[in-house]
């Protein structure tokens, strides 16, 4: 079998100012509709995190396909290239069948939709059994004028991002501390951490963060999240007397900027937080053994990241604070879209076929192909698939890691615990606790599903802000120049981008 999988980094020109800115089963083979004696043939393209699956030979490819019918030709986009390489499939038109939108419902995405450039799905969705179980405010989250032109790929409405933070617990249990639950109990176990160096050589960091995309947020610093609802910072914005408040317009977040300030001036902080560019690389310094401290979620307490870690220190073992309390009470995790990326059907595809592309990612989204993404071929990739757990022989988690059976279930099915991915019993309990502990302290968006054409075409309304915050964290400046920057961004360019947002809010009304 020969397929033709990209799956190393690219330059490639965007064309157009638009697109600039912008088994285990026993399913048959005919639930995919069409004609069950010829496979649908569907060239699709998806974001790929980490390394691509096999490319020869691979036993967990060909049987999706033999289930659902499907010739199914995947390209595998490294992250890093996939904004360039999905600008330049959507201005080509016909290149693929099947595109994800991994910015789901955002400016980029609306324009196109305006633009004719995707399918309205919306009469293919009554005949689907399981991408029918997606919630109405998920849906909501994605439509456009009321209709469908992008499936949502499901995730949780709670515990995605960085919803929570991740702890050393041998650290914890070496100076007889317990798992931190309020903003004190963290702020002493990091000033234990610091003082004591438990990492050897003075290699210790508390707590690790980055830098904030100025782009969407002026931070100054990402991986902080639960640390600022413990302050009581909205959701990057609330309504207060039915009036749009931005985040770092609330006093709240001086506060929050005032402990990390603090943190900072204690050197509990990664310093080179400033110039690292994204989760991935707080996570690796955990990884490293060096890190005290990051903000994930339950899945970075599956065995897989346990492993790594512990190729740097054996004795090392992980802990997560479900929600921090801050000093008034405050604690929250945010309430999410509800999924990761929306699947699009260019309008160049034929109506019969887009029949057949939405059964076949109805067919992907079914309970088999829930249980086939962590098991694969049953003989192959795993031994047995009882009460969630998988179990595997060495051989097999190590032919399951080369053949990645997931990465070809293009849509996932709904499950509020998609985030607890342990294969081990006593870990996946734990991540579900979890999960069920944070989705009663959401934290919700006003403005979750709408965009504001203003702050689309000024990415750098941010820059100043986030620049001076910075130096405001890190004691170069007092207070009185980071005041400034948020007057002149809401007197100037957010109120346009404020009245936008409300003005969408109050048609929905």
């Known amino acids: 079998m020969k397929k033709k999988w990209l799956a190393k980094g690219m330059a490639v020109m965007m064309i157009g100012v638009l697109l600039a800115g912008c088994s285990s089963g026993t399913e048959s083979a005919g639930e995919t509709g069409g004609d069950s004696s010829k496979p649908t043939h569907i060239k699709a393209m998806t974001i790929l995190f980490g390394d691509p699956p096999a490319t020869d030979n691979n036993k967990a490819l060909e049987d999706l396909e033999k289930r659902g019918n499907v010739d199914l030709d995947v390209t595998f986009v490294p992250s890093e290239a996939y904004a360039d390489k999905l600008s330049v499939a959507v201005s080509a038109g016909d290149s693929y069948d099947l595109l994800l939108m ?24 009554e005949a689907t059994k399981n991408i029918s179980l997606i919630e109405d405010a998920v849906w909501n989250n994605a439509k456009v004028d009321g209709k469908v032109y992008g499936i949502p790929r499901p995730r949780g409405l709670y515990g995605g991002g960085e919803a929570s933070m991740i702890i050393r617990k041998d650290w914890l249990d070496q100076y007889n501390l317990e798992v931190p639950k309020t903003m004190d ?5 990091l000033e234990i951490f610091k003082e004591n160096d438990p990492a050897g050589n003075g290699k210790t960091i508390p707590l690790s963060v980055y830098g904030a995309d100025a782009t969407s947020s002026p931070g100054p610093f990402g991986g902080v999240s639960p640390i600022g609802f413990a302050f009581g910072v909205p959701l990057t914005w609330k309504l207060d007397n039915n009036q749009p408040v931005r985040d770092f317009q609330t006093p709240e977040f001086k506060s929050f900027l005032d402990w990390m300030r603090d943190a900072w001036s204690k050197g509990l902080i990664d310093k080179d ?15 490293a053994g060096v890190v005290g401290v990051y903000a994930g979620n339950v899945s970075d307490l599956a065995e897989t990241n ?19 309390e801050g000093p008034n009470g405050d604690k929250g995790v945010p309430v999410l879209g509800g999924y990761y990326g929306l699947w699009t059907i260019p309008s160049s595809v034929s109506e019969e076929k887009v029949k057949q592309i939405v059964e076949f990612l109805d067919f992907t989204a079914s309970e088999e192909n829930a249980a ?124 346009q981008i404020t009245k936008e947002l409300m003005d969408q809010y109050q048609a929905d009304q």
């Open 102 to 125: 991994d910015g789901g419902k955002d400016d980029k995405f609306n324009n196109l939709v305006n633009m004719g450039a995707f399918h309205d799905l919306t009469p293919y969705l």
């Open 306 to 324: 346990v492993a790594k870690l512990q190729q740097a220190d054996p004795d090392a073992e992980i802990a997560i604070i479900d929600i921090l």
């Open 273 to 287: 937080a400033p110039v690292l560019k994204n989760q991935q690389q707080a996570r690796s310094k955990f990884q």
């Open 372 to 495: 086939f993404s962590k098991t694969g071929v049953i003989g192959v990739h795993a031994s047995d698939y009882k009460d969630g757990i998988v179990v595997q022989t060495e051989e097999e988690k190590k032919q399951y890691d080369v053949d990645k059976p997931s990465q070809f279930v293009l849509e996932n099915r709904v499950d509020p615990y998609v985030y607890a991915t342990s294969k081990e019993p006593d870990i996946l309990a734990v991540q579900k606790a979890s999960l069920d502990t944070i989705s009663q302290h959401g934290i919700e968006n006003p403005f979750l599903i709408y965009n504001s054409q203003t702050a689309s075409k000024n990415p750098d309304s941010y820059k100043k802000m986030s620049a001076i915050m910075t130096k405001y964290v890190i004691g170069e400046v007092e207070w009185e120049p980071v005041q400034n920057e948020i007057d002149v961004w809401t007197n100037g360019i957010g109120a």
């Open 185 to 189: 109990e963290l702020t002493h176990a």
